[in-house]
């Protein structure tokens, strides 16, 4: 799909699809790396993938974050939700 961009990891919980990008850096600021444009991409992708076939049950959508600081992972369910 055009404009659309690689997706890390696709996860479904219940009827929720979900989109979750990875961002690892070794000294803190994982979560600033993930601009408005890389947003955009992951989202367009994850309307397409609901609109494909074999996704009929998708009945929502959100995208997700883990970040890897160092040695510190943290989970952000919806995290750029506006």
């Known amino acids: 799909m055009r404009g659309a961009c690689e997706v890390d990891i696709v996860a479904r919980y219940g009827r929720t699809l979900a989109v979750i990008e990875v961002k690892t850096r070794r000294a803190g600021g994982a979560a600033e790396a993930v601009g ?44 750029f939700r506006p």
């Open 36 to 79: 408005p444009e890389r947003v955009a991409g992951l989202s367009r992708a994850a309307q397409w993938l609901a609109e494909s076939r074999g996704y009929e049950w998708v009945q929502g959508i959100r995208l997700d974050l883990v970040t890897i600081d160092g040695r510190r992972v943290r989970y952000f369910a919806d995290a």
